[in-house]
């Protein structure tokens, strides 16, 4: 064997090494982008749901507003029902409230 031909297949295994590492660090680049781009699909899906729930923030103090007055109203409602409930316990049809009213 000459030494061109020694020459030949070192220069061919080593193309084959250099091959076969290239090959791999591509393949790893490719996993890690493929991470990254799931990744970037997750946020950008979150981002988008964060600013949808952002945009009701306003509606959500008017509801606010409202449930404040419903609730000071259901309280007026407790209080007069509790009126009428102690009154009938203690009059059975008394003439002087159905004179008075």
């Not at 030494?3 to 193309?15: F, K, P, Q, R």
């Not at 970037?40 to 449930?67: C, S, Y």
């Not at 409602?77 to 059975?92: D, F, L, M, T, V």
């Amino acid at each position: 064997m000459s030494i061109v031909e020694l020459l030949w297949i070192v220069s061919i295994v080593i193309l084959l090494v250099v091959t076969a590492v290239v090959a791999f660090l591509l393949n790893m680049i490719l996993k890690t982008a493929t991470t990254i781009d799931v990744v970037v699909a997750d946020i950008w899906t979150n981002g988008k749901m964060v600013a949808a729930n952002t945009i009701q923030i306003p509606l959500l103090r008017e509801t606010n507003r409202l449930a404040g007055g419903i609730l000071n109203t259901a309280l007026k409602i407790n209080a007069g029902a509790a009126a009428i409930e102690s009154h009938a316990q203690g009059c059975p049809g008394c003439p002087r409230c159905v004179v008075q009213h």
